[in-house]
């Protein structure tokens, strides 16, 4: 069974960094793929980036492509996101959730478990 807890969002000032993990405790994590959404107040859901099963294949969002880092270890069931260079933007609720597949990492309906989401806010 999946269940993903995600931690590390916080309040940090624009130019900062957070670093959100999501752990899973189910016995399967090094066999699926993951990826993290976010979504802001009053708008949708949007992909920011995902990572294959093996950490070898990573996807971003235009708008973090440089600022972003997803990364995973298996053998502690967490994955990863390294925020650099925040901006108010950036601020939502970030979710991380498994995928069945990433041959659309970038489309919603590829992800089938979800966390709870963190907040991350970032000032100006």
């Known amino acids: 069974q999946v269940q993903l807890v995600e931690s590390g969002g916080g309040l940090v000032q624009a130019g900062g960094s957070l670093r959100l993990s999501c752990a899973d405790s189910?016995?399967?994590?090094?066999?699926?793929?993951m990826g993290w959404f976010r979504q802001a107040q009053g708008k949708e859901r949007e992909f920011v980036a995902a990572?294959?099963?093996?950490?070898?294949?990573?996807y971003y969002a235009d708008s973090v492509k440089g600022r972003f880092t997803i990364s995973r270890d298996n053998a502690k069931n967490t994955v990863y996101l390294q925020m650099n260079n925040l901006k108010p933007e950036d601020t939502a609720v970030y979710f991380c959730?498994?995928?069945?597949?990433?041959?659309?990492?970038?489309?919603?309906?590829?992800?089938?478990?979800w966390g709870q989401g963190t907040q991350v806010t970032v000032s100006s």
């Open positions: 189910g016995r399967t994590f090094s066999t699926y793929a």
């Open positions: 959730a498994v995928a069945g597949s990433l041959r659309r990492a970038d489309d919603i309906r590829s992800y089938n478990y």
């Open positions: 990572i294959s099963w093996s950490g070898g294949s990573t």
